[in-house]
């Protein structure tokens, strides 16, 4: 090739929107350079902290004798709820319904109870172990099961969805069919446990570190238990070590902890759990047992759907409410339901409280209408795909694209997606080539399924959709990126900066990327909902559209230009017919008295929903994707499989593909996890047995299918006005792994012929694959 053609290297933008890059710490990542809270330098004089928790799942304390507790050797002090000098509660939606420590009743085993401060972390946990408390037992229960034949409580009030006659229209469809499914909760399992550390400032001042996705609430929280407001509270997060809808309310506790501790003692104080505490003392995802009726007729045209979400909540409202509700919104998955009547009932267990998890209740409302789809496929001896395709929301205009809740789907790219991926992964003949062996396969069996995803995108609390961003230019040309996202390997820190370099048209190394404090952008919403580009990239396209503005007018007025004459370009900006490299142009704008900070903000328009109704507009717009998952099942053994996934999924116009595609397998991977290994289990005692790697089974690596392809859908572009055209990635893609448990069950179903569905509940462990099995062969 000719160089000579070739742009001057230094005219080209490294790193702009929609490149790949690289994460901004992956080499930190993969050499163990990346500095989480634990690797920072300790301070002075810093203490540890451990938890003293419960052994009853549900009893009255009738005494606490912590006198050995306090008299261990290295122990500084130990405290209860009656020292916490303000409000002894730590609840997220203000419910006051889950103390810091609890007082006089525990509801879970493992309710932390007190805390042990001392000179080391060993110290304080061998010290936890000494106390000897005297409990009243109380009646409790620890499942859905449990809580209905008890009667229980809800967190919550429960939401309702209806649009049309559910009722009259069932009693008039030409077939009906009801039906339960039991859907397993999940353990967050991030790499890096809960941690937090406070180190007391002068006055009621306190800073702390925290592996949190919503730094403002823990700001909140701490001013809320040391009683001070919540200027005295600064909260640091450079990085987690995953979170996953885990670290949006739970780590509330630990750093409220650290912070009394800490205010009390004035030493730095710091909390890290083991592996073990973390998951018996922090929630997880929510189970779910929907029971559902459904209408339909002989094509398989849903009529008409009438189901209830029953949640184990645990023992606090935490995030349920929302939760449950998003549950509600995604009960529909892909389809449209000219009559519904949908209803949660988010219920009250002597269990941790369950909180968000990539998802949000999304992934279960969609497994249950996966569900559906299945039995009237196994109903009419259909392909569930035919009868997928034959249920999917339409096009503008025509009277099918009302959801249950009463927002038009305006957007739908279901079918093109759906139908590409068809035919790019042979589903087709593959399927027809699976029923060709299982007929002559004595043990082993094959499945193959091809599911779709569509994912309403914003918070459903519509005050969380905005955001804030602080961006500094300095006199060198450099740049300083502040908002108020976190990052949890996830890439966001990566995606916003390069917003900001395609914004001034420089090379993303010019771009500093910082904590996120909430000293520099107020409050922030959690990351979460899979908002966290969308928010934060427009509101730092804000702060930068301000400063250039700016700049313009100064370099317009200076030369004598028109403001249309000034125009960035790759590391230089032109004006009229002079050129300048970005940081000369800079150092002469700061000459002359430019203001070269802003300070963005972004709040997401359209939006708006009245849960009381049930009607509105909750989100912005919807993410798709389809998955098309082949497996092999041993009938002997219960075993299986993945031979094959391919994906297609929809992130718009990506701000960053190679980011993207590594949410998207990572995301499959972990609802694999969900629905196939990932298993809890509470025993009689309402104790938590799976509390760790060794009861606890996550995938492998050798988990994966054989083959895995994965597409993002280049033609795709958000129509609605968002960052870059771009579209979330971080939720929608789990449930592409509904796929694998279609698959399953299609596999099963061959023992039977395929004339019964499997109502193959989740997660799909080998036993229950076996267990199905064995009831298909007495079908």
Known sequence: MDKSTLPDPKFIISGAMHGSLRHDSAHKHVTGTADYIDDLPEPADLLHGALGLSDRAHAEIISMDLSEVKATPGVIWVFTG??????????????????????????????????VIAETREIARRAARKAKIEY?????????????????PLVITPMTLQRGDAKGEMENAPRRLKGLMRIGGQEHFYLESHIA???????????????????????????????IASNAVTVNVRRMGGGFGGKETQGNQFAALAAIAAKTLKRAIKFRPDRDEDMAATGKRHDFLVDYEIGFDDEGRIHAVDATYAARCGFSSDLSGPVTDRALFHADSSYFYPHVHLTSKPLKTHTVSNTAFRGFGGPQGMLGAERFIEEIAYALGKDPLDVRKLNFYGQPGSGRTLTPYHQEVEDSILERIVSELEESAEYQARRNAIIAFNRDSRYIRKGIALTPVKFGISFTMTAFNQAGALVHVYQDGSIHLNHGGTEMGQGLYTKVAQVLADSFQVDIEHVKI?????????????????SGSDLNGMAAYDAARQIKERLVAFAAEKWGVPPTDVVFLPNRVRVGDKEFPFPD?????YLARVQLSAAGFYKTPKIHWDRA?????????????????EVSIDTLTGEYLVERTDILHDVGRSLNPAIDIGQVEGAFIQGMGWLTTEELWWDDKGRLRTHAPSTYKIPLASDRPKIFNVRLAE???NTEHTIGRSKAVGEPPLMLAISVLEALSMAVASVANYKVCPQLDSPATPERVLMAVERMKKA
């Open 514 to 530: 910082t904590a996120t404090t909430t000293g520099k952008v107020p409050n922030t919403s959690a990351t979460a909902a899979s």
């Open 715 to 717: 033609w795709s572009e």
């Open 197 to 227: 550390v406070a180190i007391p400032g002068e006055d009621d001042e306190v800073a702390i570190w925290s592996s949190t996705q919503h730094p403002s609430e823990i700001q909140h929280i701490v001013g809320h238990v040391l009683d």
């Open 585 to 589: 142009f800079i150092k002469q704008a």
């Open 82 to 115: 009656k020292d916490v000098p303000g409000v002894n509660d730590v609840s997220s939606n203000g419910s006051h319904d889950e103390p810091l420590l609890a007082e006089h009743k525990v509801e879970f085993h493992n309710q932390p109870i007190f805390a």
């Open 136 to 152: 009243r037992d109380l009646p409790h229960w620890s499942d859905i099961d449990g809580a209905l034949e008890n009667g229980s």
């Open 613 to 629: 109704a049930g009607r509105g507009t909750p989100f912005y717009y919807y993410s798709y994707g389809a998955a098309c998952s």
